[in-house]
Structures are given as structure tokens and as C-alpha cells.
């Protein structure tokens, strides 16, 4: 597993979806911009929000899947 600068186009690259690309993530990465971002932060809340709404939606039941969370 990888993680870290550069991963986002990494993954893209590789044929894998990436929640900041959608419209969504697009969305609330402006509205949480500047925010703190820990463990419980109104942030954290948001995208942990967004990311099971994209799980449940974009992806098959007992498929597997890798999250990566990194600040663009």
C-alpha cells in the first residue's frame, strides 16, 4: 500500500476511481478548504460522510477497494 504526495495521479494512472474527481469531492474539497482535518473534525465528518455514500453507490458488494486520503 501507498500512500502520500503523488498518489492521487498514481492511482488515477492506474485505472482507479478517485472520490476527489467527482463532482461531490470536487465540491467538498472547496467547502472544506483551510479546515482543520483530525480524527472527529467537522472535516473528517464530511469526507468520512462522502466516502460511504461513494462505497455504497460505486462499489460492488464483496468487491475489495483501497482508500487513500490526502490533502491535494
Given at each position: ?27 467538498l474539497?472547496k467547502?472544506?478548504n ?10 473528517w ?25 490526502n490533502?491535494?
Amino acid at each position: 500500500m501507498y500512500s502520500g504526495e503523488g498518489m492521487k495521479d498514481i492511482a488515477m494512472s492506474s485505472g482507479f476511481n478517485v472520490i476527489g474527481k467527482t463532482r461531490a469531492g470536487i465540491n467538498l474539497s472547496k467547502l472544506t478548504n483551510g479546515m482543520p482535518y483530525y480524527y472527529g473534525s467537522e472535516s473528517w465528518n464530511m469526507w468520512a460522510r462522502l466516502s460511504r455514500a461513494y462505497v455504497r453507490q460505486g462499489i460492488n458488494k464483496g468487491a475489495s477497494f483501497k482508500l487513500f486520503l490526502n490533502n491535494p
